[in-house]
RNA sequence: GGGUCUAUGGCGCAGCCAGGUAGCGCACCGGACUUUUAAUCCGGUUGUCAAGGGUCCGAAUCCCUUUAGACCCGCCA
C-alpha cells in the first residue's frame, strides 16, 4: 500500500480534476474561475464521441467544484470550418458549398439559421437529454466580434518561427509557405483555397489569393480572386494547428480533453500557447476514438454512426453517462449491444451505493460510490430506483408487440418484479421495446415441415380454435406431438420457429393463453 | 516515417489509470421443478492474466524489452 489518500471521489475524474489545480497552483494563476472547453465539430453528424468530449469536460467541471472551485464548460461550436464532404444522407444540391464555411451555409432543412446550426443542436440537444449544462460559444460570432484579435496577431507576426515549429514537431511543411491563417475568400465565400502569404501587421490585414486546393483528396476549385483580409473584422480564421491556442489564451481555458487524431495539434498548440502568447497552456487528457465491434473507426460512409439520439431511443441517459464516465483510457469497440449490460451495470452501482451490495475493498467502495455519483452529475438520487432486469425486458418485449407497455407491465406485477406500475419502468419498457424491434427483427424463417409435423399442427389448431376450455394448453401440445409420431422436442421447436421466429422461448403453453388461442392458431394455420 | 491502444477460462469481455483472494456473460456439467421439449431457479468445472525482465512484503494492475493485432497522424478539421 503506498498509503495514498482516495482523492474526491475516487474515479480518474477526480484525479484529472487534483492534477490540474495541483498545475494551477504551481503556475500561479488566479483560480477564481477554472474554465473547461469542449469542441464541437459543426460539419458532421455528431456521434458518441463528440458527445463524450463534452460531457467528460464536464465532469471535470463537477470534480473541480466538488473541491471547492467555481469552473464552467465552454461548447465551442467550430461552425466556421468549411464543409469539406457531404455527409451521408444529406442532399447533393450541399455541393455548391462546399469549402465554405458551415455558418454560410444555408440549412438543407430550413430548420437552424445555418447548416453549422443544425449540426451543432444535434449535439447540444444531446446534451440537454443527458443534463449537461454549458456555455455555447460559436466560432463564426467569436471571430466576427474579434475575440481572438490580439491572438492572431502575435501568430502572424510570429509565422515563420511557428512554421519552423510545425516542421520540427510533426513534420509538417505548408505552414513554412503559408500564413497558418484562412481567409474567407470575398468574391466565392470559400474557405481553405485562399492561401495567405503575407501579413501587414500595421493594417492588420493578410493578403492572399484564391486558387485551386485538395480536400478529402478532392479538388476544390478556387476563383483566382486576390485581396486583403482584416483579420479583426473580416471572415476566416487560423489553422488548427494555432487556433486552440489563440482560443485558450483569449477564453482563458484551463482544462481540455482530446482525441487521438489531434494528437499533434494539440502538441503544437501546446507549444504555441506558451512560448508565442505566453498562456500556459490548459491541462489536457487523451481519449481513444470510439470503434465499431469490428475495430474500424466509427465513420458516416460505413453506416455505423452511433448518436446520442438514437442511443436514448433504446437506452437511458445515465447508460450513456455510464459508458463516458466509467474511464477514459483504452480503446473501445462500441455498439447499441453494449446498453443492456450498462443498464445493468449501472443498477449494480446503485445497488452498491446504496450498500444493498458489499463490497470489501475500500479503494473500489469509493470508486463505484463515486462513479454513480458522475453518472448522476453529482446529484444522486436519495432512494433506489426499482431495478427490473433488462434482459427480462427484452424477452418480454420481444414477446409483447401490441399493447406492449400495457402488457409488459401486468407481467412485470404478475411475477411480482415491481409492486407497483411506475412511470420509470414504463420509459424502460419502450426503450427495451426499441431495442428488440431494432435487433430482433430476424428474418422469417422457413419452417419445412414433415406430413405428420402439419398433421400435428393442424389438430393443434383446430384444438386452439375450439371454444371448450383448455385445461393445459402444454399438455395438450405434448400429447398432439406423441399421438402424431413427432418428437415432442422437434414439435416444441417448431412452434417456437413459427411464433417466434427462435428455435427456444418461453414455457410455450401459458404463453400462447398471453398472446391469445385464437391468434396464435391463425399463425400456425398459415403453415398446415 | 511518427504516435496511441489492445493481448485475461472454449468464445465474448470486465478488472489495470490510485498494487492486496482472478471475475462476469455465453457455452459446458450436475441438481430442483416439469408429463423425457423449453423456460426458470440452485450449484459446479474451466486460467503459468501474450512472452521475458524490473520495482515491491505483495503485480493481471506500475516500469523496461520483445511479439502479434488494431487504430490515428504525416490533406482538412
Not at 464536464?58 to 465551442?76: C, D, P, Q, W
Not at 444531446?126 to 502575435?154: M, P, S
Not at 452501482?349 to 469509493?366: H, M, P, S, W
Not at 426499441?434 to 393442424?458: G, I, P, R
Amino acid at each position: 500500500m503506498s498509503g495514498q489518500e482516495i482523492l474526491g471521489k475516487g474515479t480518474w475524474i477526480d484525479k484529472l480534476a487534483s492534477e490540474l489545480l495541483q498545475r494551477e497552483k504551481t503556475l500561479g494563476r488566479s483560480m477564481d474561475l477554472l474554465r473547461v472547453e469542449s469542441g464541437l465539430g459543426a460539419s458532421g453528424v455528431p456521434h458518441i464521441g463528440s458527445l463524450g468530449d463534452a460531457v467528460r469536460a464536464y465532469g471535470v467541471k463537477l470534480a473541480l467544484e466538488n473541491f471547492g472551485y467555481k469552473s464552467e464548460l465552454i461548447a465551442y461550436s467550430d461552425d466556421l470550418d468549411g464543409l469539406r464532404k457531404i455527409p451521408e444522407g444529406f442532399p447533393d444540391s450541399l455541393k455548391e458549398h462546399l469549402a465554405k464555411p458551415v455558418s454560410l451555409i444555408p440549412d438543407p432543412y430550413g430548420c437552424h439559421d445555418s447548416y453549422g446550426m443544425h449540426m451543432s443542436s444535434i449535439l447540444l440537444d444531446g446534451l440537454d437529454k443527458v443534463g449537461v449544462k454549458f456555455e455555447f460559444r460559436r466560432a463564426v460570432d467569436t471571430y466576427k466580434h474579434g475575440l481572438l484579435k490580439e491572438q492572431i496577431h502575435t501568430i502572424l507576426l510570429n509565422s515563420a518561427k511557428i512554421g519552423e515549429k510545425i516542421s520540427e514537431l510533426v513534420g509538417q511543411e505548408k505552414f513554412q509557405r503559408y500564413l497558418p491563417y484562412f481567409p474567407v475568400c470575398a468574391n466565392c465565400n470559400r474557405l481553405y483555397t485562399a492561401e495567405a502569404t503575407e501579413y501587414i501587421a500595421g493594417e492588420r490585414k493578410v493578403k492572399y489569393r484564391c486558387h485551386d486546393t485538395e480536400i478529402s483528396s478532392k479538388i476544390i476549385k478556387g476563383c483566382g480572386h486576390e485581396g486583403e483580409a482584416d483579420i479583426t473584422k473580416d471572415l476566416g480564421k487560423l489553422a488548427w494547428k494555432v487556433e486552440f491556442a489563440a482560443r485558450w489564451s483569449a477564453f482563458d481555458i484551463r482544462f481540455e480533453a482530446y482525441g487521438k487524431d489531434i494528437m499533434d495539434s494539440v502538441k503544437v498548440n501546446d507549444w504555441v500557447a506558451d512560448e508565442i502568447l505566453q498562456f500556459p497552456h490548459p491541462h489536457h487528457v487523451k481519449y481513444e476514438m470510439f470503434l465499431d465491434k469490428g475495430g474500424k473507426k466509427i465513420s458516416k460512409s460505413l453506416g455505423n454512426v452511433i448518436t446520442a439520439q438514437k442511443w436514448l431511443e433504446l437506452g437511458t441517459p445515465k447508460s450513456i453517462l455510464l459508458l463516458l464516465y466509467k474511464r477514459i483510457t483504452g480503446a473501445r469497440e462500441l455498439g447499441f449491444e453494449d446498453i443492456p449490460s450498462l443498464i445493468t451495470e449501472y443498477n449494480e452501482l446503485e445497488d452498491i451505493y446504496f450498500g444493498r451490495i458489499k463490497v470489501d475493498n475500500q479503494a473500489k467502495l469509493t470508486k463505484s460510490k463515486g462513479l454513480y455519483e458522475y453518472v448522476n452529475l453529482l446529484n444522486p438520487p436519495k432512494q433506489p430506483s426499482t431495478h427490473v432486469n433488462y434482459r427480462l425486458l427484452m424477452e418480454l418485449t420481444k414477446i409483447f408487440k401490441e399493447n406492449r407497455d400495457e402488457r409488459v407491465m401486468k407481467k412485470l406485477l404478475d411475477y411480482g418484479v415491481i409492486k407497483n406500475p411506475e412511470p420509470e419502468i414504463e420509459e424502460l419498457i419502450r426503450l427495451a421495446g426499441n431495442f428488440s424491434d431494432e435487433f430482433d427483427q430476424q428474418e422469417k424463417t422457413q419452417v419445412n415441415l414433415q406430413n405428420n409435423e402439419k398433421k400435428a399442427l393442424k389438430i393443434l389448431v383446430d384444438a386452439l380454435n375450439t371454444d371448450e376450455k383448455l385445461e393445459d394448453i402444454q399438455n395438450t401440445i405434448y400429447q398432439t406431438a406423441k399421438s402424431n409420431d413427432v418428437e415432442p422436442k422437434d414439435f416444441f421447436k417448431i412452434l417456437y420457429q413459427i411464433i417466434l421466429g427462435t428455435s427456444r422461448g418461453p414455457k410455450i403453453g401459458p404463453f400462447i393463453s398471453d398472446i391469445g388461442r385464437k391468434q396464435v392458431a391463425k399463425k400456425l394455420s398459415e403453415y398446415t
